[in-house]
Nanobody, 121 residues
Framework: QVQLVESGGGLVQPGGSLRLSCAASGSIVVIYVMGWYRQAPGKQRELVARIPTGGSTNYADSVKGRFTISRDSAKNTVYLQMNSLKPEDTSVYYC???????????????WGQGTQVTVSS
């Protein structure tokens, strides 16, 4: 199994910045993709950004130019630097990993518990 633990959420004023972190642990054989999704009340979960191993990053149009995803493969950790935050960025942010564990035959989709980001004055 693979566990994802997020940190870094909180309350920030519009125009401010936050940095989210997500560390993967467990019997990891290989991680194919790490990324961030978010879900606001009454809305579907949506992709924010993702970073495949050895591939190009992908961003939602709504965060391009403001958010930056990065990854430390040696630490199995993914980060999301969020700048110029807007009230509409308020959501629960979930870390995601597509990974193969030692006990699995094929890759699985793993989720963190979520961290609240609130942008408000």
């Amino acid at each position: 199994q693979v566990q994802l633990v997020e940190s870094g959420g909180g309350l920030v004023q519009p125009g401010g910045s936050l940095r989210l972190s997500c560390a993967a642990s467990g019997s990891i054989v290989v991680i194919y993709v790490m990324g961030w999704y978010r879900q606001a009340p009454g809305k579907q979960r949506e992709l924010v950004a993702r970073i495949p191993t050895g591939g190009s990053t992908n961003y939602a149009d709504s965060v391009k130019g403001r958010f930056t995803i990065s990854r430390d493969s040696a630490k199995n950790t993914v980060y999301l630097q969020m700048n110029s935050l807007k009230p509409e960025d308020t959501s629960v942010y979930y870390c995601n990993a597509v990974a193969k564990s030692a006990s699995g035959i094929s890759p699985n989709n793993y989720w963190g518990q979520g961290t609240q980001v609130t942008v408000s004055s």
